[in-house]
């Protein structure tokens, strides 16, 4: 355990040192799903590079993308919804539900999503689905953390695996 808390601070940093403009090494992406038990939902964030998102976008979309753009907000809120909700889903105690989108924020490099599932009374079992970014890099690896109060799992998926089951 100690040395999946090691690559995720390593990852996180990354995040943070990458300067505009430069390439980057690391293909890796953050998603969290929080329960938060008093609201009934499941409130799920995600992390990506902005650069490899954009390009992602436009080249699936044939479409010009700026995410940081505020009078592209409206375009790019609908090329992101429909790019995450086809490679990100979510079993709740062994049942798919639906992933409402609740928006986007640029965050120096990075993009954060944020996504919703209401009416989740009680969680036992939580399996995440996510291929994001599979479609552009055979080395992408996807960091997922799943929290239900003080106990929160995580680990790290590498392409071509996609799935994580967190039990609790």
């Avoid at 436009?58 to 700026?66: H, P, S, W």
């Avoid at 995450?84 to 999503?113: C, M, P, R, W």
């Avoid at 599979?134 to 953390?145: E, G, K, N, T």
Wanted: charged share 25%; net charge positive; hydrophobic share 40%.
């Amino acid at each position: 355990m100690c040395r999946l808390k090691y690559i995720l601070l390593l990852l996180s940093c990354a995040f943070l040192t990458v300067k505009a403009g430069t390439k980057h090494p690391l293909h890796v992406s953050t998603t969290e799903v929080n329960f938060n038990a008093k609201d009934k939902t499941l409130e799920v964030s995600c992390r990506i590079f902005s650069d490899d998102f954009e390009a992602i976008l436009a080249r699936l979309y044939k479409q010009k993308t700026d995410l940081s753009n505020p009078n592209m907000k409206t375009a790019m809120d609908e090329l992101v919804k429909k790019y995450l909700l086809s490679h990100l889903q979510l079993k709740a105690n062994g049942k798919a539900v639906a992933l409402s989108y609740v928006g986007f924020e640029i965050d120096h490099e990075a993009t954060n999503i944020y996504l919703e599932v209401e009416k989740i009374t009680a969680i036992k079992s939580v399996e995440v689905n996510d291929t994001i970014l599979y479609d552009m890099f055979d080395d992408q690896m996807s960091i997922v953390h799943v929290v239900k109060g003080q106990v929160r799992k995580s680990t790290k998926i590498l392409y071509p695996e996609k799935r994580f089951t967190a039990n609790f």
